[in-house]
Each structure stands twice: as structure tokens, then as C-alpha cells.
């Protein structure tokens, strides 16, 4: 009786968290649907989260203020690449850190937490140095190749790897496989879940840059949505049914991956612990 009555208690809790988290969401949608009188008229009652007055003005609006399917575009393309390269490069060093054996392992392993750390907005000067002596100003490299490698996903790929049975790789060390075929043909389909897990959450991360982008991109061909959405705040006037229409279209990206893949995701995370 005692456990049912627990059990009760964490799902109404889980229940409750959940409707105060959907609240903001469902307010954007709603208010993104609204004529811009009605926005704030409505706010303090529970008007404000229904859908009394329903128009699509305010997204035809914002599609004309803005190029919004080319920021749109711009964002997709260098967040998947971002995701997709960088699925490559950390699974490979997260392998050779869980299962290689190697001078210096421990002390890269030690640097690659300590790093992880590190907060983005402490190096951002010294990275756009760099970035600016390469010429890669206002480039796709500017945007891409700095976060292809990222320390955090490279400690989730070691830890899930340390999962996997070191009997299974020996047998095909014996059959003449070398590392990275091991690698491919073995680790890589039992891996499924930290994958998925890591590829949304770099798209996710890089989804919602703004610092990065306003430093190296100085014209629009190369803007993301998030430097479109900030035009609706610099240039008056300032109208906020268009800025609710505007991020409700931006976030439909989001969910839509994760409610795709959310199975994996979860698989992915509950894989992962921290192990020694």
C-alpha cells in the first residue's frame, strides 16, 4: 500500500512539472495565433492560453519582414553538419579512450573533463583570433569546424563504450580485425542509443547560438535564426505576435527530432552513467 501510494505521489508530481513546463510553450503557440491587441489583453487569465481569436497574420508577417526560410536553411545545414562530423570525430576518441591502450590515456582523459568545465564565453575572444588569422571570417568553417570536436560528447561515447564486452573485440582482434574495423563493424551497430543521445544534444546546443554567429558572420548570407529573430527587437517596430510566430516556427525543429528519436535519447542517457 506504502509503495502504491509513492508511486501515486511521483506520477502527480511528474504530472504537475510537466504542465507548469508546458505553460511558456503553449502561451507562445496561443499568443502566435493571436491579434497583436489581444496578446497582453488577455494576460492573467486563462484566456491567455486559449486560442479565442485564431489568425496566421502575424506568420505571414514575419515571413515577409525576413528572410526566415533562408535563416531557417542556414541553421539546419551547419547544426547537422556540426552534429553529423561530430558524431565521427568524438565516437572515434571516445573508443580509444574506453578500449585502446596507449602512452598518455589517463592524462588526455583528465584534460578532456577538466575541459569540459570550461565555459564557452572564456575562450570565445581567443577562438575568434584564430579563427580571423585562418581568413575564415564570414565562412561556413567559422561556424562549423570549431565545435566538431566537443569534449563532453567524446566523455559520453568513453563511457558507453566501457559497457561493451572487451571479449567481443579480443574475438576480433583474433579474426584479423583491425581496430577501426572493429570499430565499424562491431562497435558502431551496438552504439545506436549514445549516438542518437549526442546528436541531439550538440543540435540542440549549436540550435540556439547567438554569441558565436554575430562574430564571425557580417552580412546576412550566413545568418542564423536566431540573429533573424533578433531583428524583430532591433528594428522597430516592434510587433511580439510576430516574434511569438517566429519562435514557434523555430522550435518546431526541436521538438520534431526529439519526439523522433526520444526513444533512443532516453536509452542513450540511462546507458551513460559515470563510471570509473
Given at each position: 500500500?506504502?509503495?502504491?501510494?509513492?508511486?501515486?505521489?511521483?506520477?502527480?508530481?511528474?504530472?504537475?512539472?510537466?504542465?507548469?513546463?508546458?505553460?511558456?510553450?503553449?502561451?507562445?503557440?496561443?499568443?502566435?495565433?493571436?491579434?497583436?491587441?489581444?496578446?497582453?489583453?488577455?494576460?492573467?487569465?486563462?484566456?491567455?492560453?486559449?486560442?479565442?481569436?485564431?489568425?496566421?497574420?502575424?506568420?505571414?508577417?514575419?515571413?515577409?519582414?525576413?528572410?526566415?526560410?533562408?535563416?531557417?536553411?542556414?541553421?539546419?545545414?551547419?547544426?547537422?553538419i556540426i552534429g553529423i562530423?561530430?558524431?565521427?570525430?568524438?565516437?572515434?576518441?571516445?573508443?580509444?579512450?574506453?578500449?585502446?591502450?596507449?602512452?598518455?590515456?589517463?592524462?588526455?582523459?583528465?584534460?578532456?573533463?577538466?575541459?569540459?568545465?570550461?565555459?564557452?564565453?572564456?575562450?570565445?575572444?581567443?577562438?575568434?583570433?584564430?579563427?580571423?588569422?585562418?581568413?575564415?571570417?564570414?565562412?561556413?568553417?567559422?561556424?562549423?569546424?570549431?565545435?566538431?570536436?566537443?569534449?563532453?560528447?567524446?566523455?559520453?561515447?568513453?563511457?558507453?563504450?566501457?559497457?561493451?564486452?572487451?571479449?567481443?573485440?579480443?574475438?576480433?582482434?583474433?579474426?584479423?580485425?583491425?581496430?577501426?574495423?572493429?570499430?565499424?563493424?562491431?562497435?558502431?551497430?551496438?552504439?545506436?542509443?549514445?549516438?542518437?543521445?549526442?546528436?541531439?544534444?550538440?543540435?540542440?546546443?549549436?540550435?540556439?547560438?547567438?554569441?558565436?554567429?554575430?562574430?564571425?558572420?557580417?552580412?546576412?548570407?550566413?545568418?542564423?535564426?536566431?540573429?533573424?529573430?533578433?531583428?524583430?527587437?532591433t528594428l522597430p517596430p516592434?510587433?511580439?505576435?510576430?516574434?511569438?510566430?517566429?519562435?514557434?516556427?523555430?522550435?518546431?525543429?526541436?521538438?520534431?527530432?526529439?519526439?523522433?528519436?526520444?526513444?533512443?535519447?532516453?536509452?542513450?542517457?540511462?546507458?551513460?552513467?559515470?563510471?570509473?
Amino acid at each position: 500500500m506504502a509503495d502504491r501510494k509513492i508511486k501515486i505521489f511521483i506520477y502527480a508530481s511528474n504530472i504537475i512539472m510537466s504542465v507548469l513546463f508546458m505553460i511558456p510553450l503553449v502561451w507562445m503557440v496561443v499568443s502566435s495565433l493571436k491579434p497583436e491587441n489581444q496578446i497582453f489583453a488577455d494576460l492573467g487569465s486563462i484566456k491567455s492560453l486559449l486560442p479565442t481569436t485564431i489568425t496566421f497574420d502575424n506568420y505571414i508577417k514575419a515571413f515577409n519582414r525576413i528572410p526566415m526560410m533562408k535563416y531557417l536553411f542556414n541553421s539546419l545545414f551547419y547544426v547537422s553538419i556540426i552534429g553529423i562530423s561530430g558524431l565521427g570525430v568524438n565516437s572515434i576518441c571516445g573508443y580509444a579512450l574506453a578500449k585502446l591502450n596507449f602512452k598518455g590515456k589517463g592524462v588526455i582523459l583528465t584534460a578532456i573533463i577538466a575541459l569540459m568545465i570550461v565555459p564557452f564565453e572564456s575562450i570565445v575572444m581567443p577562438l575568434y583570433f584564430v579563427v580571423n588569422g585562418l581568413s575564415w571570417v564570414n565562412t561556413w568553417l567559422a561556424l562549423i569546424v570549431p565545435f566538431i570536436a566537443n569534449c563532453f560528447s567524446i566523455f559520453m561515447f568513453r563511457q558507453f563504450f566501457m559497457d561493451i564486452p572487451n571479449e567481443l573485440l579480443e574475438s576480433a582482434a583474433i579474426d584479423g580485425s583491425s581496430p577501426l574495423k572493429t570499430f565499424l563493424k562491431i562497435v558502431v551497430p551496438l552504439s545506436g542509443p549514445v549516438f542518437t543521445t549526442v546528436f541531439i544534444l550538440d543540435f540542440i546546443s549549436h540550435w540556439g547560438d547567438f554569441m558565436w554567429p554575430i562574430l564571425v558572420t557580417t552580412g546576412e548570407s550566413l545568418r542564423n535564426i536566431q540573429l533573424g529573430i533578433q531583428t524583430f527587437f532591433t528594428l522597430p517596430p516592434i510587433f511580439y505576435g510576430q516574434i511569438m510566430a517566429t519562435l514557434t516556427f523555430t522550435t518546431l525543429p526541436i521538438v520534431a527530432i526529439f519526439l523522433l528519436l526520444q526513444k533512443y535519447y532516453v536509452q542513450g542517457i540511462t546507458s551513460t552513467g559515470i563510471k570509473g
